[in-house]
């Protein structure tokens, strides 16, 4: 998803995509970041959030890498990894990856695996 950076007027992307699927604009509409400027035809963000958002994908992108390696190496489903993140997740979303590397510790240490 492509973004007007209102500080530069640089046009910058933004992606996720899981399971085939692309939803950054459901994971930044349903949170009310989304900006749409009319006049443009554009998306628009801050160079600030636009860094934000930047770094949250990358650690969604790099936490999603991490299930998958630990769901092959101890022989799971890495849809239960999914479960027990999606029981344990009540934070504002900048401490979301803390909590999803802190549950993936904690099944890699119980597992006997631990790092």
Known sequence: MKFRIRDTGELRELEVITDGQEWTNDLMGNVGALEYNAETEEFEL?????????????????????????ADEIGIDKGEIYKKMQDSIHCD???????????IDEIREHSGRSQ
């Open 93 to 103: 979303m900048e401490d979301e990856h803390g909590v999803r590397q802190s549950i």
């Open 46 to 70: 801050t160079q600030d959030d636009y860094e934000w958002w930047a770094e949250y994908i990358d650690n969604y992108k790099n936490d999603e890498e991490d299930i998958e390696e630990l």
